[in-house]
């Protein structure tokens, strides 16, 4: 399925359970809307001044930050986190593992 709105690029892989982005090659990409989302929603926590440690924290329209952190910190320790995602991560100023 892939999005008709003018100003998305998204398309959605049923059988996978993927959503994916068109690259410039014309070839599509995987991406992780919530990873994405989460690391959007942690840079403006980081920047109010709150630490990189979002324990029980869900933003105020409803983002669950706390889940988003808990979730890529245990991808991180089975060693099944993208490389791409642990560089984001490790880019969070006071981010540590």
């Not at 991406?31 to 709150?50: M, Q, T």
């Not at 329209?61 to 986190?81: M, N, Q, S």
């Amino acid at each position: 399925m892939q999005t008709l709105e003018d100003d998305e690029d998204w398309a959605w892989c049923f059988v996978d359970q993927l959503t994916m982005e068109p690259q410039d090659d014309g070839s599509w990409a995987v991406v992780d809307p919530f990873f994405n989302a989460g690391l959007w929603y942690a840079r403006e926590a980081i920047e109010s001044g709150r630490t990189a440690s979002f324990d029980g924290m869900t933003t105020d329209d409803g983002f669950p930050l706390g889940v988003w952190e808990r979730t890529y910190r245990g991808r991180h320790r089975a060693g099944t986190l993208d490389p791409d995602q642990a560089q984001d991560l490790e880019s969070l100023p006071g981010w540590e593992w």
